[in-house]
T-cell receptor, first 112, second 108 residues
């Protein structure tokens, strides 16, 4: 089954404790993105990757890191999480930026 | 800069037609998407327009005018299951910029 998976689905953590949210797709897509979704602000792109070893900042990259060592995986790293990073995070993938994006189920992160 | 505007909320009656508008300003336009998002779920793809005109897909149609920076999503024969948020998203060069979404409530 074609899908985008994210783990964990739910995470409660404390300020400053490094964490990684994994994202994996099995569709051989080249374009992958991370978004955060907050009430009243909609979906905002954090980082995107157009292919292996190619990553670029989206609109809200501060406080986040990503890597794209393999085509299928695109982990999101929060080196020192802060409460303002409490949000719902979605990973998505597509063949390229102008094709339908497939979204993962979301990761609800709470930073206390 | 980038700016995408769409109404925050709309209501409609089952069986009716509703039009959700989206206006945008971007510097490197490469197309416009519409996504549907039910509460508590991930967005799912509805349509993509890059050329001016109307694209029809079943009960849903999407229109684009690049010169006006304007798009709309038209939903016909509304059903209760169409109650959801509808997200307009613009491809600005290589990035995707989403509007804040329009929450549509369909009443019987």
């Amino acid at each position: 089954e074609a899908q985008v998976t994210q783990n964990p689905r739910y995470l409660i953590t404390v300020t400053g404790k490094k964490l990684t949210v994994t994202c994996s797709q099995n569709m051989n897509h080249e374009y992958m993105s991370w978004y955060r979704q907050d009430p009243g602000l909609g979906l905002r792109q954090i980082y995107y990757s157009m292919n292996v070893e190619v990553t670029d900042k989206g609109d809200v990259p501060e406080g986040y890191k990503v890597s794209r060592k393999e085509k299928r995986n695109f982990p999101l790293i929060l080196e020192s999480p802060s409460p303002n990073q409490t949000s719902l995070y979605f990973c998505a993938s597509s063949f390229d930026r102008v094709n339908e994006q497939y979204f993962g189920p979301g990761t609800r992160l709470t930073v206390t | 800069g980038q700016n995408i505007d769409q109404p925050t909320e709309m209501t409609a009656t089952e069986g009716a037609i509703v039009q959700i508008n989206c206006t945008y300003q971007t510097s490197g336009f490469n197309g416009l998407f519409w996504y549907q998002q039910h509460a508590g779920e991930a967005p799912t793809f509805l349509s993509y327009n890059v050329l001016d005109g109307l694209e029809e897909k079943g009960r849903f149609s999407s229109f684009l005018s690049r010169s006006k920076g304007y798009s709309y999503l038209l939903l016909k024969e509304l059903q209760m299951k169409d109650s959801a948020s509808y997200l307009c998203a613009v491809v600005d060069t290589d990035k995707l910029i989403f509007g804040t979404g329009t929450r549509l409530q369909v009443f019987p």
